[in-house]
């Protein structure tokens, strides 16, 4: 059974981090592009950003680009998303999954970040 179960988010002020996990069991994480959604209030889900199988290519949504760090560690199984300069609207679910959308997995419960002082 695969299971995709995010992790790690919170309340966070403007200007802080936070530092997002997603364990993925029932295959083999290492073999896919993997990344982060999120889906913020009363919107669509947006994909944010990829990471190639080993890991040596990034991509990001303008909007987090340099501010968030997408990264894995294939023998854990386990993708991580550190967010740091947070604003308010990155508010939203964070949801891990495949980057290839023709081999994405059922989505998870996601985490949900809220940014606000």
């Known amino acids: 059974q695969v299971l995709l179960v995010e992790s790690g988010g919170g309340l966070a002020q403007p200007g802080g981090s936070l530092r997002l996990s997603c364990a993925a069991s029932?295959?083999?994480?290492?073999?896919?592009?993997m990344g982060w959604a999120r889906q913020a209030p009363g919107k669509g889900l947006e994909w944010i950003s990829t990471?190639?199988?080993?890991?040596?290519?990034?991509y990001y949504l303008d909007s987090v680009k340099g501010r968030f760090t997408v990264s894995r560690d294939n023998a854990e199984n386990t993708l991580y998303l550190q967010m740091n300069s947070l604003k308010p609207e990155d508010t939203a679910v964070y949801h891990c999954?495949?980057?290839?959308?023709?081999?994405?997995?059922?989505w998870g419960q996601g985490t949900q970040v809220t940014v606000s002082s």
């Open positions: 999954n495949i980057g290839d959308s023709r081999q994405r997995q059922p």
């Open positions: 029932g295959f083999t994480l290492g073999s896919y592009s």
């Open positions: 990471i190639y199988p080993d890991g040596t290519d990034t």
